[in-house]
């Protein structure tokens, strides 16, 4: 997996020389920005300060361990994926570490490819939820201006009607008044064709957006003929 996207990665383990060379490879490896804590009260001051994407975590450390930092992260509503590291596995800290949403384990003595291949999958898996999400809200967006574009809708028709009304009645000594009448009705025409654009966005949340290809340009609005 490419790694471009510069995912901030918290690894928190006990043991130095472990940290060091952990931090060593994923920084040669990958272009992920790579935070460091030998304990878990570091891990915290870090998480409350920085917007980590994903935490590799010791699961036996002394006071804040991996399982107490998981469910710091579940507390905090966080959406932080984890990784438990550990060389005790049991039973019983498996269903802990599951119950509070540990993304995957890595057991201890483990190949730093492994590690690496672990870590590539969990930000993979970020992506797609990031990508999910902004769908999503996108989604949500586009319907309620669709609904709001059709409000908007129906009172321009009312006012074009009501303008049209005015130009076929007017006499002709009066052509200024008509002038302005006319330049009234075609902007609410651009207004309307405005709209018309606004709700093609619905059509478009189908398909990956590109900044190259803007949904919506006001600027290529013209009346209607």
């Given at each position: ?9 918290l ?5 130095e ?5 952990l ?12 935070f460091?804590?030998?304990?878990g009260?570091?891990?915290?001051e ?17 006071g ?15 959406d932080i994926?984890?990784i ?11 269903i ?10 890595l057991?201890?003595p ?8 672990v870590?590539n999958?969990a930000i ?5 939820t ?9 989604s ?11 409000e ?42 405005v ?17 190259k ?10 009346p209607?003929?």
């Amino acid at each position: 997996m490419e790694n471009s996207k510069n995912e901030k990665i918290l690894v928190v383990e006990d043991e130095e020389y472990q940290l060091k060379s952990l931090k060593i490879f994923l920084k040669n490896e990958t272009k992920y920005k790579i935070f460091t804590a030998g304990n878990g009260k570091e891990a915290i001051e870090i998480i409350n300060s920085k917007d980590i994407d994903l935490i590799l975590t010791d699961l036996k450390m002394p006071g804040i361990g991996g399982i107490e930092l998981s469910e710091y992260v579940r507390n905090k509503s966080l959406d932080i994926p984890v990784i438990a590291m550990t060389a005790f596995v049991s039973l019983n800290s498996a269903i802990d570490a599951l119950k509070l949403g540990v993304y995957d384990y890595l057991i201890k003595p483990y190949e730093l490819d492994m590690v690496l291949i672990v870590i590539n999958r969990a930000i993979e898996r970020i992506r797609l939820t990031k990508k999910a999400n902004e769908s999503q809200k996108l989604s949500v967006i586009t319907e309620a201006a669709v609904t709001l574009s059709h409000e908007i809708n129906n009172l321009l028709a009312g006012i074009m009607g009501n303008l049209e009304l005015l130009l076929h009645d007017f006499p002709d000594d009066k052509e200024k008044v008509k002038k302005e009448m006319k330049i009234a009705l075609e902007h609410s025409q651009k207004i309307a064709e405005v709209v018309r654009k606004f709700q093609e966005v619905n059509k478009s949340v189908k398909t990956e957006y590109s900044s190259k290809h803007p949904i919506l340009d006001l600027s290529e609005a013209s009346p209607s003929k």
